[in-house]
T-cell receptor
Framework: DAKTTQPPSMDCAEGRAANLPCNHSTISGNEYVYWYRQIHSQGPQYIIHGLKNNETNEMASLIITEDRKSSTLILPHATLRDTAVYYCIVSPNNAGNMLTFGGGTRLMVKP | DAGVIQSPRHEVTEMGQEVTLRCKPISGHDYLFWYRQTMMRGLELLIYFNNNVPIDDSGMPEDRFSAKMPNASFSTLKIQPSEPRDSAVYFC??????????FGSGTRLTVV
């Protein structure tokens, strides 16, 4: 029972912005949107999370629609090192809540 | 902080042997999670602990799998006896709160 839907793959040119979409139309009021990425052969890495306001940190920006049914992760200037699988996850922000990873989006950044 | 430390990085064992995977979480993190990743099934949560106590082990595939956390700085995942279908990358993660996990580098297990 997938709670999020992401395209299986995307390409992006190096230096351009990478916009990764995620659909979470059944999100509940207490659920946050989390983004992780997994670079080949490494453990998943936390990127960013948000509830309803847009968020930005040193890695990325997260744009959540007003109805909260979808979101977009933005990598403003993609580099080759951003090639990875990106996971969008919805979950309550309670300590100990379990994160369920779906298939994610495989982002390929090309020179 | 050295992050979440897992050992060994790679393990090759023969079917039927006992395998023990180890994890040292980040100091101060109260939650510890064990995940398994395969091409077919992706990342699956096996079990998680809170303050060294197992909270949810519904993801543990069979009785051959067991996990312990004897203290706040150490956890083990044991498979006995191991089977070829247990071949996967096993990740340990820890968290202080919410959904911000820090993952280890994983243990790649191959059962031949």
């Amino acid at each position: 029972d997938a709670k999020t839907t992401q395209p299986p793959s995307m390409d992006c040119a190096e230096g351009r912005a990478a916009n990764l979409p995620c659909n979470h139309s059944t999100i509940s009021g207490n659920e946050y949107v989390y983004w992780y990425r997994q670079i080949h052969s490494q453990g998943p890495q936390y990127i960013i999370h948000g509830l309803k306001n847009n968020e930005t940190n040193e890695m990325a920006s997260l744009i959540i629609t007003e109805d909260r049914k979808s979101s977009t992760l933005i990598l403003p200037h993609a580099t080759l090192r951003d090639t990875a699988v990106y996971y969008c996850i919805v979950s309550p922000n309670n300590a100990g809540n379990m994160l369920t990873f779906g298939g994610g989006t495989r982002l390929m950044v090309k020179p | 902080d050295a992050g979440v430390i897992q050992s060994p990085r790679h393990e090759v064992t023969e079917m039927g042997q006992e395998v023990t995977l180890r994890c040292k979480p980040i100091s101060g993190h109260d939650y510890l999670f064990w995940y398994r990743q395969t091409m077919m099934r992706g990342l699956e949560l096996l079990i998680y602990f809170n303050n060294n106590v197992p909270i949810d082990d519904s993801g543990m595939p069979e009785d051959r799998f067991s996990a312990k956390m004897p203290n706040a700085s150490f956890s083990t995942l044991k498979i006995q006896p191991s089977e070829p279908r247990d071949s996967a990358v096993y990740f340990c993660a820890s968290s202080a709160s919410g959904g911000r996990y820090t993952f280890g580098s994983g243990t790649r297990l191959t059962v031949v």
